[in-house]
């Protein structure tokens, strides 16, 4: 299954994008993401950006205001996980230029489907940023 | 419509229910505008799961939008197929989706195959005959398809690896190119190519090449190429360089490339990053298995990270160490753990490590007073989260000690323990399962030895019952416990005088509203009661575990039978012979079997005390509360007839009878057990619970002789490890790690190595000073046990005392450098159990108390400050804007608002 979820949060703890690869009540969701916030807004920059939490490994790291967060099971590859949020931002950066928090929160879709186009099934499916925004241009372009 | 859409997606990801607005996702899914479209289906996918009764209603559509010319359409529609698609849907949508395999668009291939890889992963029956169109792909001239085809091909290859591994090569060349830079531009990631893919192959390759030297030689030359260019100064070079090493260690050894990644483990852990220590710890760990002896070169590293502040990376160096745990350095080891464990407050993790700190002690228990002492602790502070059956291990290890002739020692380690445990009952909160442990073992050796009188342990138990009086459990084994005490006073012609408090308990509890408790109270009564013979045939001393040989065939009742048939009563039909008709036997017959069965049933209910409490105690406890009372005793009567046919001594018999006439009538139906003539439903059920019990009986006693077999086998060679300790060579029989012998020799020289630098030479002089015989057999750790102490647990404290003066001694003078050392001998050294300690004590000593909790204070402070944010500078008015969409302060953490929002 490889990877769990992914989560936007900044740092007053508010979501700003959520994603699940396995189904969970909106209770356990919101459980999960305030216990899993609290754990990584309590750690500093020199500790390493991996936090064990029951049986999910968290990988998370942070831009300015937003932490971005994803779940993953025991036998992923950590710090592939983190290059894998670098390559996120990036392709973010690449699309909204200079990507900041309030362009994920006006932008929610986009961002969801930039998503959609990387990570299937909870697996990393396509890492090439042409090709993972050329469906979101001509969208654009469409309407 | 978008708009109001996406702010319902916002309403569910702030913890709300939106319910209400599912319908009109599911519309907007068909809306003509691509956008629109799209944003429908994100919509769905996010709000519901795939047995949500609206499913049925986008089924439709989405086999629509799978027809459709434009391609932007179908990848829509294949991204929900991967998200709301269950099992019973699957053929609904199978037949569209294999078609868009062949799509001229790549984008429409790779989303299909990822379909059918959701689909494999929900019944993997669905697709089974698909799964050449997997192979196929792999092949495909785009390579963002080639990619993703590795996905399900993992999973495949997981599952079933024999089948895939013609592969290889494929695999194989397809590495190689991407390492060669053969793919588009676009897939670089910070100058290395195409990283995820490498990564997904090598995953691949570490299974297929599992124990497979054929397989894997085919993966050497191209792994080591890759290890030759990893960039190991950027983040993705050291995953993929991470993914070889733990390719490497998968596969089939090969040298070079052992020692290339050792190369790299190395630098991992020299690095200031810790995220690369974390990974060079993990890395470490799946190296060792093969090559035992790299972890020395490391051993400064590792024990930097134990004592790092990071949680995480301490963990991680926690299951590091329960790798390489061996018989050598368990104590330590398990020391730390136990340390650690004491302070974290996460239950599941806590768990995981007292589970672990058991594990490791019974595998690798290097005496039964360690194993004892450890147990102790993990008890101590994690008890209420240990299995109940390491308890009943501890008992059963107390109760049989050492397993050798050797009585006297096991006496030693009985009154050892029960000093111990009196000791510890002074502590204020135990958890329950130790209570019992304490409970058990202080009725059954406290008063053995001689040295506590019946009336302090007994009152120590009264304390007991009295400080938790709310669980049920530790009260019986209170009782329990007292009652063999009494028993034991009265069987050695003792006057028993009951203490005032253990009078009011037993008044206490003779009303109780368990019947448990109630029945146990009752039964100490009536012990009392009897004479000293008496109670000595139905409370032996230390006969906990003596066997109980049970007669299923209940033979001893044929006479019984015979005389009831030759009075005219009849015989026993069997359950399946008369089932529905329930004949009403009459009541006087009923009468005259109660009453000439009398001694029998008394014996019943007495004597299987101890063997029904110590094997089948909380979930037995329970059914006699929930079941009929007679039912529940029917057990302990076929225990117990089987059990002490000598008590049938007429004498006994009657006073016994006379005594417990009160007591009996409560349980007074219990005699329709030995009538064969009646066929009413109790005498049905009496049959069933005398099968089941004999059947868990049966069981137990043979788990019990394995186990007394499998110890015999694990002492014998450690007899003659003692015997091979003498000329040096270990010789120990390990279960887990075959690599004692190699360690061993590295190890005395990593002594050799380090301590002449220090002044620890001058301590270690002195010790060997003063105990010469640890100092020269380095690698036995049972020297101990061949000087038989008087008290083990104190002879342990005296070992440790004078060493621990004199290295702290040295400690005082010496600078960090030297604190180094004494750590990796405790670690890595196999040495004496004496030095063993001294080097633990060292230890603890030195590590500053990892309890950084930051917890709290530091968000709030966070959120002070976040409010004034270089990025959201601009956004005050924004923000007002924001909080009408629905950003609201969930009321889970308020604190975290409270700065902004006053």
Known sequence: MGIRFILMVNKQGQTRLAQYYEWLTLEERRALEGEIVRKCLARNEQQCSFVEHRNYKIVYRRYASLFFLVGVDNDENELAILEFIHLLVETMDRHFGNVCELDIMFHLEKAHFMLEEMVMNGSIVETSKANILSPIQLMDKAS | MKEYIIRLVYVEMLGHDASFGYIHAVKMIHDDSLLVKRTGYLAVTLFLNEDHDLIILIVNTIQKDLKSDNYLVVCAALNAVCKLINEETIPAVLPQIVELLAHPKEAVRKKAIMALHRFYQKSSSSVSHLVSNFRKRLCDNDPGVMGATLCPLFDLITNDVNSYKDLVISFVSILKQVAERRLPKAYDYHQMPAPFIQIKLLKILALLGSSDKQASENMYTVVGDIFRKCDSSSNIGNAVLYECICCVSSIYPNHKLLESAADAISRFLKSDSHNLKYMGIDALGRLIKISPEIAEQHQLAVIDCLEDPDDTLKRKTFELLYKMTKSTNV??????????????????????????????????????????????????????????????????????????????????????????????????????????????????????????????????????????????????????????????????????????????????????????????????QAVIGLDAHAVESILPSDASCEDIEVDKALSFLNDYIQESIEKGAQPYIPESERTGM????????????????????????????????????????????????????????????????????????????????????????????????????????????????????????????????????????????????????????????ATGHKSSKPSSHMVKSHAPKS??????????????????????????????????????????????????????????????????????????????????????????????????????????QSSKGPNLKD????????????????????????????
């Open chain 2, 582 to 737: 329930l004949n009403i036997s009459n009541f006087r017959n009923q009468d005259h079997h109660e009453a000439s069965s009398h001694g029998l049933r008394f014996e019943a209910y007495e004597l299987p005390k101890q063997t029904v409490q110590a094997r089948i105690p909380p979930a037995s406890l329970a059914s006699t509360e929930l079941v009929p009372v007679p039912e529940a005793m029917y057990p302990r009567e076929s225990y117990q007839t089987t059990t002490v046919p000598s008590v049938s001594s007429d004498a006994a018999s009657t006073e016994l009878k006379l005594r417990l006439d009160g007591v009996q009538k409560r349980w007074g139906r219990q005699t329709h057990f030995p009538s064969t003539s009646t066929s009413n439903s109790t005498s049905l059920k009496t049959v069933n619970g005398i099968t089941q019990v004999d059947g868990s009986n049966t069981a137990n006693s043979r788990t019990r002789e394995t186990y007394d077999s499998r110890k015999q086998v694990e002492i014998s060679p450690e007899k003659q490890k003692l015997a091979a300790s003498l000329f040096g060579g270990p010789s120990k029989t390990e279960k887990k790690s």
């Open chain 2, 331 to 524: 104590e330590v080891i398990v020391d730390r753990m136990i340390d650690y464990m004491n302070s974290i407050n996460d239950n599941h993790y806590k768990t995981e490590i007292a589970s672990r700190c058991v594990e490791l002690a019974e595998q690798f228990a290097p005496s039964n007073q360690w194993f004892i002492q450890t147990m102790n602790k993990v008890f101590e502070h994690a008890g209420d989260l240990v299995n109940i059956k390491v308890a009943h291990n501890l008992m059963r290890l107390i109760a049989e000690g050492f397993g050798e002739d050797d009585d006297t020692a096991d006496s030693q380690l009985r009154s050892s323990a029960v000093e111990s445990y009196l000791h510890i009952l002074g502590e204020p909160k135990l958890p329950s399962v130790f209570l019992q442990v304490i409970c058990w073992v202080l009725g059954e050796y406290g008063t053995a030895d001689g040295k506590y009188s019946a009336s302090y342990i007994t009152g120590k138990l009264c304390d007991v019952a009295e400080a938790y009086s709310n669980d049920e459990t530790v009260k019986a084994y209170a009782v329990t416990a007292l009652m063999k005490i009494y028993a034991f006073e009265i069987a050695a012609g003792r006057k028993v005088d009951m203490l005032p408090e253990c009078h009011s308990l037993m008044e206490e509890f003779l009303a109780s509203h368990s019947t448990d408790l109630q029945q146990r109270a009752y039964e100490l």
């Open chain 2, 875 to 902: 956004s005050l008015e924004k923000d007002a804007l924001v909080r009408q969409i629905g950003v609201t302060p969930s009321s889970q953490n308020p604190n975290l608002f409270k700065d902004i929002l006053g």
């Open chain 2, 759 to 864: 002044s620890m030479e001058v301590a270690s002089e002195k010790t060997s000073v003063q105990q010469p015989p640890d100092l020269l057999d380095f690698g036995e750790p049972t020297v101990k046990s061949t000087a038989p102490s008087l008290d083990p647990f104190k002879d342990l404290e005296g070992l440790l005392e004078p060493t621990t003066q004199v290295s702290s001694a040295v400690n005082h003078s010496s600078t960090a450098a030297v604190t180094k050392s004494p750590d990796i001998m405790g670690l890595y050294t196999e040495t004496t159990a004496g030095a063993h300690h001294k080097d633990s004590d060292i230890l603890s000593g030195l590590s500053k108390p990892p309890m950084t909790n930051m917890v709290g204070g530091t968000t709030t402070m966070q959120v002070a």
